[in-house]
T-cell receptor
Framework: GIQVEQSPPDLILQEGANSTLRCNFS?????LQWFHQNPWGQLINLFY???GTKQNGRLSATTVATERYSLLYISSSQTTDSGVYFC????????????FGKGTRLHILP | KAGVTQTPRYLIKTRGQQVTLSCSPI?????VSWYQQTPGQGLQFLFE???????NKGNFPGRFSGRQFSNSRSEMNVSTLELGDSALYLC??????????????????????FGPGTRLTVL
């Protein structure tokens, strides 16, 4: 089945720093999602981004579908950005329709 | 607008029992998706219901089932519980969910809103 790998697995940064999280996938997909799970377990859907670039405030995402990767950029990190960031690929015509990566755990120090 | 609610928030069951979890979506949302999160397997997609029909299903055994009512509230049921079913079960609601757009095959997408989850412990 399709493989989804996220890197780095863990990231510790000082408040105000920028970060880039990566999601590699092994086959072409219908779509790709980025999620944030805060330290209390609440999951938030950040972006759907099958290709191209989207921005929402300090967060932006870019997917290069032909090279099978997506990047999530967080600028001017705040402590509220801490948590785990997941990407998920959507492959609706196959049995494994939605495959999640293992996540990147981000810890922003005040 | 009220958010997505899940009940119960915590549940303890023993092996062999069955359990029913409930998810009330945001008013007006017709899609409810269910996910399982465990330390070992991570996040996994269970199924999606749209307008009372199961539209998409992940790779889970038949012990996992669900349904959706006319008011879009959804329940998921796990029968013959196993220790490995201990997990956080999350549901998410959205307007269109994971639907394909007509003949184009492209995926309709809109923002999903997640509930707080139900933490199930199987002893």
């Amino acid at each position: 089945g399709i493989q989804v790998e996220q890197s780095p697995p863990d990231l510790i940064l000082q408040e105000g720093a920028n970060s880039t999280l990566r999601c590699n996938f092994s086959d072409s997909v219908n779509n790709l999602q980025w999620f944030h799970q805060n330290p209390w377990g609440q999951l938030i859907n950040l972006f759907y981004i099958p290709s191209g670039t989207k921005q929402n405030g300090r967060l932006s995402a870019t997917t290069v579908a032909t090279e099978r990767y997506s990047l999530l950029y967080i600028s001017s990190s705040q402590t509220t950005d801490s948590g785990v960031y997941f990407c998920a690929v959507l492959w609706m015509n196959r049995d494994d329709k939605i495959i999640f990566g293992k996540g990147t755990r981000l810890h922003i120090l005040p | 607008k009220a958010g997505v609610t899940q009940t119960p928030r915590y549940l303890i069951k023993t092996r062999g029992q069955q359990v029913t979890l409930s998810c009330s979506p945001i008013s007006g949302h017709r899609s409810v998706s269910w996910y399982q999160q465990t330390p070992g397997q991570g996040l996994q997609f269970l199924f999606e219901y749209f307008s009372e029909t199961q539209r998409n299903k992940g790779n889970f055994p038949g012990r996992f089932s669900g349904r959706q009512f006319s008011n879009s509230r959804s329940e998921m049921n796990v029968s013959t519980l196993e220790l490995g079913d201990s997990a956080l079960y999350l549901c998410a609601s959205s307007l269109v969910g994971y639907g394909l757009a007509g003949g184009s095959g492209s995926l309709l997408t809109d923002t999903q809103y997640f509930g707080p989850g139900t933490r199930l412990t199987v002893l």
